[in-house]
């Protein structure tokens, strides 16, 4: 039993990390090579890319116009982003300016000769052979391949998650404290009670009976003439 | 607009189901510190009693007009103002 609890924690750990991973913003300094648009093949995939009702445009074969924004990393190799609005639900990053970001990223576009390095901010994973793509949110000119600016955002959502399961926890202490606890202890000493009195009740009867054999034994032996 | 409208009304519903629990847990609080005020200040009468029960109701009583009350209805406004502020850092920065 106990390695099964500690499986089911591991498990479930990895999945809370995982969840994070994916929907934390993160910065990644780049070099934009080429913003477009084209029809992408949504299938199994579809949880990956925006939810239909975000004002995507789908055709009937399943197809949808995209656009991505393709950069060349610091040590030379690609990495392509989609961007695409978020819709107003999940994830809550409330994204509707994936058009102007689109012109950003087009005014960018520099060449190996003459880089000019921008910081992309996003969300999600790119999986290759799963057609996945992290989806750009803002885009920052930096100075050089060198500089990182600090991942404010998913710093701050870190702390305010922590903060509220600290306040869960201490909610759930204090309701423990003081209203599961005191009905548990009354609960005992009801249970107690009840038990003293089945006792007494026992014995109650078994002295009755005690009685009632020493009367029978009496009355047989004033009979057999003692 | 649907989307916008579920938003709210999620929103809404998280937001009412944290003002319940934390307006539990700050009355909950106040309680236990007033049990300990009066068992400091009645050591001989401290534990429960009726008189202490009392005396936390009656200090209990104009509870929820104080700050400390009134302050738990921010989680009815921070998490509004967070998704604005995300809405502008997102699309107008």
């Keep these: 039993m106990r390695w099964f609890l500690t499986v089911l924690g591991v498990i479930f750990g990895v999945a809370v990390f995982l969840f994070l991973d994916y929907s934390l913003p993160s910065k990644q300094t780049v070099r934009i090579t080429d913003a ?191 | 607009m649907i989307a916008f409208l579920r938003l709210i009304g999620l929103v809404l519903v998280v937001e009412v189901i944290f003002y319940v629990l934390i307006s539990i847990y700050v009355r909950s609080l106040r309680r236990e510190s007033l049990e300990e005020e009066w068992d400091r200040r009645h050591p001989d009468r401290a534990g429960p009693t009726e008189e202490r029960d009392r005396f936390v109701r009656r200090s209990m009583v104009g509870f929820s007009k104080s700050l400390r009350a009134r302050l738990v209805g921010l989680v009815l406004v921070l998490p509004v103002v967070a998704i604005v502020v995300i809405i502008f850092i997102v699309n107008y920065s």
């Design chain 1, 36 to 226: 477009y648009n084209r029809l992408t093949e949504i299938g199994a995939n579809a949880i990956f890319f925006a939810s239909p009702d975000t004002g995507t445009v789908q055709n009937a074969q399943g197809q949808r116009d995209v656009r991505f924004i393709n950069t060349a990393r610091p040590n030379g190799k690609p990495y392509v982003y989609r961007n695409e609005d978020t819709g107003w639900i999940w994830p809550p990053y409330f994204k509707y300016d994936s058009s102007n970001l689109q012109a950003e990223a087009t005014d960018l576009e520099s060449s190996a000769a003459d880089p000019q390095w921008v910081s992309i901010t996003s969300y999600g994973w790119r999986v290759s052979w799963a057609s996945i793509y992290p989806n750009a949110i803002s885009i920052k000119p930096v100075s050089g391949p060198d500089e990182r600016p600090f991942n404010w955002g998913a710093q701050i959502i870190l702390a305010v998650l922590g903060a509220i399961l600290f306040l869960i926890w201490r909610m759930w202490n204090q309701f423990r404290e003081r209203t599961i606890d005191p009905a548990v202890r009354s609960a005992d000493q009801a249970w107690d009670r009840l038990d003293a009195r089945a006792d007494a009740a026992r014995d109650h009867v078994l002295r009755e009976a005690g009685e009632a054999r020493g009367w029978l034994r009496r009355r047989w032996d004033r009979l057999r003439g003692r």
